[in-house]
């Protein structure tokens, strides 16, 4: 395997705790405070660095199902973290998320973990 994949690999697992810190925070408390949005924010940011670094170290076709999976959770885990940015902005620390607000982080994060399961799978059977 190449070595930016296994880098990549490394910290798509810093994000999978991050994000995973951030989501599951906001649904236990259901409050948009520092820990969430930082976490969040972190989450992100090691997402697109190791999506940039697995694609860099592919070998092959990048757009396969897993890349596709990855993509569209990436894209949601993004709307998610801008959601929370914005209740922050407009109500301030310690906002109170709403039931639509926590029903999405839900969905996005079981997304999310789905498509970092199946890169894991794909991982340990090749």
Same mark, same amino acid.
């Given at each position: 395997?190449?070595? /930016?994949?296994?880098? !990549? $690999?490394?910290? *798509? #697992?810093?994000? =999978?705790?991050?994000?995973?810190? @951030?989501?599951?925070? +906001? %649904?236990?408390?259901?409050?948009?405070?520092?820990?969430?949005?930082?976490?969040?924010?972190?989450g992100?940011?090691?997402?697109?660095t190791?999506?940039? /670094?697995?694609a860099? !170290? $592919?070998?092959? *076709? #990048?757009?396969? =199902?897993?890349?596709?999976?990855? @993509?569209?959770?990436? +894209? %949601?885990?993004?709307?998610?973290?801008?959601?929370?940015?914005?209740?922050?902005?407009?109500?301030?620390?310690?906002?109170?998320?709403?039931?639509?607000?926590?029903?999405?982080?839900?969905?996005?994060?079981?997304?999310?973990?789905?498509?970092?399961?199946?890169?894991?799978?794909?991982?340990?059977?090749?």
């Amino acid at each position: 395997m190449n070595p /930016l994949a296994i880098v !990549g $690999a490394f910290i *798509i #697992t810093l994000s =999978f705790l991050a994000y995973g810190i @951030a989501s599951i925070s +906001l %649904v236990r408390f259901k409050i948009i405070g520092v820990m969430v949005l930082t976490t969040m924010s972190v989450g992100i940011i090691f997402d697109i660095t190791a999506i940039v /670094l697995m694609a860099l !170290g $592919a070998k092959g *076709i #990048t757009f396969t =199902f897993h890349g596709m999976l990855g @993509a569209i959770a990436f +894209l %949601v885990m993004l709307v998610d973290a801008i959601w929370c940015w914005k209740v922050f902005f407009t109500k301030g620390l310690d906002a109170k998320a709403r039931k639509n607000q926590i029903l999405y982080a839900k969905l996005a994060y079981l997304f999310w973990v789905i498509a970092y399961f199946t890169g894991s799978l794909i991982i340990i059977w090749r």
